[in-house]
């Protein structure tokens, strides 16, 4: 079972749960979407149309994308979206939803959080505190196994912890590919998730 499905599944990432009640799944235009800042947009459109694989959340995407001027073909997740609406009343199919979340993580990822963006002007300007809070903020926005490890391994040379998250990173990929699928087990994974989403987020002062 692949770690990016359990985690899309059952919780949200830590940032998109400070706003996901103040915002509604097929509705980018309400005033509490409208003050979010434009990183936070981003992060809320792209999991309302993980979540809700709508034509209204695609073209929210589509809209947010042309605005900022970032070059992605939108509709080329329209076959994911199909997939994902073809498998809805298949719960037993396991296999295959673990497979299309692994497709539609990496689809997503293609879209790099605004955090990164801030992190390398903040690296540019020789603001290197900066530079590392905001990468670990852009990593807690990513849904992909392979865009985590990397986004970790780059930012090794500057941040020494960086090596320990990705290993205990692997740590949980392991115990979730271990794990099984009752209640007791999940909530297991999810306390582990969020202890480790919590030791990211804790930036370590160089010494």
């Known amino acids: 079972m692949n770690w990016t499905l359990i985690i899309t599944l059952l919780f949200v990432l830590l940032f998109i749960r400070i706003f996901w009640a103040h915002v509604k799944a097929n509705n980018a235009h309400t005033e509490a979407f409208k003050r979010l800042a434009p990183k936070d947009k981003l992060a809320v459109l792209k999991e309302c149309l993980l979540n809700n694989p709508t034509e209204t959340n695609l073209q929210n995407l589509a809209d947010f994308l042309k605005a900022t001027g970032t070059d992605l073909d939108v509709q080329s997740y329209k076959p994911l979206m199909e997939r994902q609406l073809a498998l809805a009343d298949k719960k037993e199919n396991l296999d295959q939803w673990d497979k299309l979340y692994i497709e539609q993580c990496a689809w997503i990822d293609q879209i790099q959080p605004i955090e990164f963006t801030e992190a390398k002007a903040a690296r540019d300007d020789g603001d290197t ?21 990397n986004a970790l391994e780059q930012l090794e040379p500057e941040y020494p912890k960086a090596k320990a998250l990705l290993s205990s990173y692997t740590e949980l990929v392991n115990a979730c590919n271990e794990s099984k699928a009752d209640d007791k087990s999940l909530e297991a994974l999810r306390k582990k998730r969020d202890a480790w989403v919590e030791d990211l987020l804790t930036v370590e002062k160089p010494e």
Not at 129 to 135: A, F, K, M, N, Q
């Open 129 to 149: 505190e900066t530079y590392i809070s905001r990468s670990l903020e852009g990593v807690s926005r990513l849904y992909s196994d392979q865009a985590i490890e």
